[in-house]
Every structure is written in C-alpha cells, then in structure tokens.
C-alpha cells in the first residue's frame, strides 16, 4: 500500500512539473517578453586575449605594472583596490625601496600606538590600500574583485573603458525612455546603457610608460582591465600550476591502475 501510494505522489509531482513547464513555454511563445532598449542595443563584453587567459595562463609583469599606472593616474581618485596591501605589489617586480615609496604617498588613518588615537600617517608596506572617501552621489564600486564580480570579467573591464559612444538616434527612436539623461553617459556595454561615469580614459598619452609603450586608450584599457585581473586573483598563476601537476598525477595513476588491472587479470581472462 505504502508503496502505491508513493508512487501516486511521484506521479502527481511530475504530472505538475510537466504543467508548469508546459504552461511556461506556451506563454513564452504566445506572450514573449516585451524588448527593451538593454536587450536590443547592450551588447557582450569584446574578446580580450591576456598573457593570463587559459590554463597555461600567466601574469604579463610589465602589463601588470602599466596597468597599476593607469590605476594610479586614472582610476585611484575614486576607485578603491582596498583588499590589495602595498607589498603585494612586489609581485608585479617592484623592489622593496619602490614599495615603500609608493605607500610613503598614502595618507593612512590608524591607531597611534602610543596614546591610542587615531591619526593620519604615510603608509606602510604592510597597509592596504586606503578605501576612497567620496563626496559625490554614492561610491563608486571596490575594484579588488571587480573581475570575478562582473560577467565577462577583464573582458567586460575593457570594453567599458572602451564602450562609451554617441547615443544612436535609433535607440531614442524605439525606446524614448532609453535617452541618456543629462550628466550621464551612453555605453552599450553597461546593464543599462547610460552611466554616471564619464570616460575615465579619454585621450591617449594619459598615462606615461616607463617602459616606453605607446599609451592609447586601448592599450591603457588592456593593461588595467589585466592588472584588475591580478587583484582580484594575485595567486592564478599558482593555481595553474597546482592544477596542471593534479592533472599529471591523476593521468600517471589512472594509466598506473589500469596496467595494473592488465597484468593482474590478464592469465585469469586467458583462462
């Protein structure tokens, strides 16, 4: 009896199910979702081919650091990489004297250790880097995680700092709702295709190389999108390296274990 009865609510649930997705279809086929400006004029973030794509993947330094530039130069006034300490950057080849001189520019708030009260002082090797204060409207978002936050990642970095454009008549002909406000600024690549951000990299030669490279918009986009890659994950290169020696070991064991199996069996198959 019990049994029966399981299988009647089994029937029952499934019998459900199958409504409810045939229902949902029919709907979706009868009443289909109305358009919207995102979904007819946003487009997917542009392929960007880094030294850090694949699992052979790794860190391009002199990228890493052209791109900690434009962080610096462009980006920093109010983007923070708060989950990044100033000695990680000798990661990126940076010597200890170059470190300590890049966090001297910092004004770090801390404890004073003596009287307990907290002060300003220049920053430290071992600070991270200070949150951004920012007076305007909201706070613009942490940029540590900003890869693995956003879909499409270095890809998605990159073709919004190379995105923005002239909104197309087209777009306000079928979406009026959809016109770029004033103070806003068009960019397909956005979720919903205007934002408060002007174009942080707007000319070329915004930012000055040390090792000569020609500073473009897109290659000034290229290099930070690469470097936002590093902060979010310093350890990928790591991780590939770890994850290929797994791999190596689990395809010597797995051709160890069947030679075995072979040579174990193979009088008892021949009988």
């Not at 487009?43 to 610096?72: C, M, T, W």
């Not at 994950?233 to 199996?261: D, K, V």
Request: hydrophobic share 40%; proline share 7%.
């Amino acid at each position: 009896m019990i049994r029966i009865i399981s299988l009647a609510v089994g029937a029952f649930f499934s019998l459900a199910l199958l409504f409810a997705f045939g229902t949902g279809a029919y709907n979706y086929v009868t009443e289909p979702p109305a358009k919207t400006a995102e979904k007819v004029y946003g487009k997917h973030p542009k392929h960007l081919d880094l030294a850090s794509n694949g699992i052979f993947g790794k860190f391009d330094e002199a990228q890493l650091q052209r791109g900690f530039a434009v962080y610096q130069n462009v980006c920093a006034s109010c983007h923070s990489i708060s989950r990044v300490a100033y000695r990680d950057l000798g990661k990126l080849g940076y010597n200890e004297a170059e470190v300590k001189a890049i966090a001297a520019k910092a004004t770090i708030t801390a404890k004073d250790p003596l009287t307990g009260e907290m002060k300003d002082r220049p920053g430290l090797p071992a600070d991270k880097f200070p949150p951004v204060v920012y007076a305007g409207k909201g706070t613009p978002p942490d940029l540590s995680l900003i890869t693995k936050a956003r879909h499409g990642g270095a890809a998605y970095v990159y073709s919004l700092l190379t995105g923005y454009e002239n909104q197309p008549a087209e777009v306000v002909k079928h979406f009026p709702d959809a016109k770029t406000p004033d103070g806003m600024f068009y960019n397909p690549y956005f979720a919903s295709l205007n934002l408060a951000m002007p174009p942080p990299i707007s000319s070329d030669g915004q930012v000055t190389y040390s090792d000569g490279t020609v500073a473009t918009k897109d290659q000034m986009a290229q290099d930070v999108a690469a470097f936002l890659v590093w902060t979010a994950e310093p350890e990928l290169e790591q991780r590939h390296q770890t994850g290929l020696w797994w791999i190596g070991f689990l395809i010597f064991a797995t051709t160890l274990a069947y030679m075995s199996y072979r040579n174990i069996w193979a009088e008892k198959k021949g009988h």
